[in-house]
Nanobody, 115 residues
Framework: VQLQASGGGLVQARESLRLTCEASGIIFSIKDLGWYRQAQGKQRELVAQVTSGGSASYVDSVKGRFTISRDNAKNTVYLQMTNLKPEDTAVYYC??????????WGQGTQVTVSS
């Protein structure tokens, strides 16, 4: 199983980024998928997730600013991030859910938001 995340970068506050995660080696369409992030010195947190049926949920701090979506034909999950804030700075990871937990992880992509 491979998850390849991309799209991170350095932006200013209130700008936008779109993260992309391409998956291989799994039956993508039946998996719940998530985006996590880990800021320096902090625990990894689940930012957004989308079920195999397309239902999305978000941590409160990003509601209204981030949108998770998936394209099963491309085995790809996206995280559209708008109105970015310095506190969104972190390494972002995509993950796939199996057997009761998020078990498969991409390599992470750095998002840095300057004020």
């Amino acid at each position: 199983v491979q998850l390849q995340a991309s799209g991170g970068g350095l932006v200013q506050a209130r700008e936008s980024l779109r993260l992309t995660c391409e998956a291989s080696g799994i039956i993508f369409s039946i998996k719940d998928l998530g985006w996590y992030r880990q800021a320096q010195g902090k625990q990894r947190e689940l930012v957004a997730q989308v079920t195999s049926g397309g239902s999305a949920s978000y941590v409160d701090s990003v509601k209204g600013r981030f949108t998770i979506s998936r394209d099963n034909a491309k085995n790809t999950v996206y995280l559209q991030m708008t109105n970015l804030k310095p506190e969104d700075t972190a390494v972002y990871y995509c993950s796939a859910y199996q057997d009761g937990a998020y078990r498969y992880w991409g390599q992470g992509t750095q998002v840095t938001v300057s004020s």
